[in-house]
């Protein structure tokens, strides 16, 4: 997925934008921002780790300071795809509520789980 990492966001974003290294390689990334349509909201948009770091801690560490970059907003929200099912246990284990499932949210038949943090 780091072959998919938008510039744009360590260019706008980098505030709360964060990249974890091993060895000269990405192994983690967080892709998020202030909402600025929302004064108490932040999204977090683009997450991935690397297979093999998984279960280690660094995407939990990845979040923790995407939490404290966007202080003092209240909300986090984020969205995943329904059929991947880690990503939701995943975000329910930091305390991430399931808001709603929508069935349509990128697209007809592009269902989407919509994720809500209160921090």
Known sequence: MAAMLPKLFFVHFRDTSFVAE???RIVAFLCGF???THDDEAY???VG???SQRGSGLGRELYQRFFAAVS???VVRAVTS???QQSVAFHRALGFEVERVDEDYDGRGEARVLL???L
């Open 22 to 24: 091993q060895d000269g």
């Open 72 to 74: 003092p907003r209240t």
């Open 116 to 118: 809500r943090k209160r």
């Open 44 to 46: 977090i948009h683009f």
């Open 82 to 84: 329904p059929l991947n």
């Open 49 to 51: 780790v690397d297979p």
């Open 34 to 36: 202030r909402s600025q």
